[in-house]
Structure formats: C-alpha cells, structure tokens
C-alpha cells in the first residue's frame, strides 16, 4: 500500500468561518482533513437579551441547563486543510 504524502493547505478566513459554522457540536472541531482556530478576548455574557438568544442558538453537550456564555471578540483566526500532494 502506497500512501500519497500530504501538505498543510491555509484556509481563507471566509473559508475557515464557513467550516467552522458547518460544526454541528458547539464550536469545538474534530473533523478529519481539517483544523480551524479562532483567538480573540473572552467575556462573560452578563446581558438577560444576548443570553436569551444564546439559549435559542446553542445546545450545551451536557443535558444541563446553560447558565453561563462566553463570547469570544475575534482576533485571530487561522486554518489549515490536509491535502494530497
């Protein structure tokens, strides 16, 4: 068996956003062939609006109510795809 070597392929930012919003599970990504990072300043949502609508948009692993929000101000953000060749 022959295995082709592979390469790191940078993602654009548009690119690594779309993948990251195909993620069915929270925004932590294990998905084979391709890695997204997102860096930025985290803050506690405190506001009663943003976490009612946070409540409606996301579902927490953890058959356990959501009783805290983080919300990542986006600084960074990096990706790479595995490619052959």
């Known amino acids: 068996m022959t295995i082709e070597p592979r390469r790191l392929r940078p993602l654009a930012q548009d690119e690594a956003f779309r993948r990251l919003a195909s ?3 929270g925004r932590l990504a294990f ?3 391709w890695s997204v990072v997102v860096t930025g300043f985290a803050t506690l949502i405190d506001d009663s ?3 009612d609508r946070y409540e ?3 579902h927490p692993w953890l058959a356990k109510e959501l009783t805290e929000v983080i919300r990542i101000d986006v600084e960074i953000v990096t990706g790479y ?3 052959v060749g």
Do not use: S, T
């Open 56 to 58: 409606r948009l996301l």
């Open 81 to 83: 795809e595995l490619v």
């Open 49 to 51: 609006v943003q976490l």
């Open 31 to 33: 998905n084979a062939g």
């Open 23 to 25: 993620v069915p599970v």
